[in-house]
Nanobody, 115 residues
Framework: VQLVESGGGLVQPGGSLRLSCAAS????????MRWYRQAPGKERELVAS????????TYADSVKGRFTISRDNAKNTVYLQMNSLKPEDTAVYYCSAKPGGRDYWGQGTQVTVSS
């Protein structure tokens, strides 16, 4: 199983970023996918999740209305569109999958929101 995140960077408050996570090594279309984030000195938190076919999504209260999770099962990729970014969104963002009951994580992509 391999998960590779990309798309992070430095953005000003109010700006947008789109994160991508390319998955391989398992049947991507059969599994929920999740985005987590971890800020310095804080625990990793669940940001958003999406069902295997993409019909069900959930979000942390802190990002509702600003972030959108989506997936393209033909490309084995999950996305996180982040709009109206705030300084408190600064964190390393990870995608995650749980094929076979075991948690797998990517290496993470840094998102920094600062003026």
């Amino acid at each position: 199983v391999q998960l590779v995140e990309s798309g992070g960077g430095l953005v000003q408050p109010g700006g947008s970023l789109r994160l991508s996570c390319a998955a391989s090594g398992f049947t991507f279309s059969s599994y929920f996918m999740r985005w987590y984030r971890q800020a310095p000195g804080k625990e990793r938190e669940l940001v958003a999740s999406i069902s295997s076919a993409g019909g069900t999504t959930t979000y942390a209260d802190s990002v509702k209305g600003r972030f959108t999770i989506s997936r393209d099962n033909a490309k084995n990729t999950v996305y996180l569109q982040m709009n109206s970014l705030k300084p408190e969104d600064t964190a390393v963002y990870y995608c995650s999958a749980k094929p076979g009951g075991r948690d797998y994580w990517g290496q993470g992509t840094q998102v920094t929101v600062s003026s």
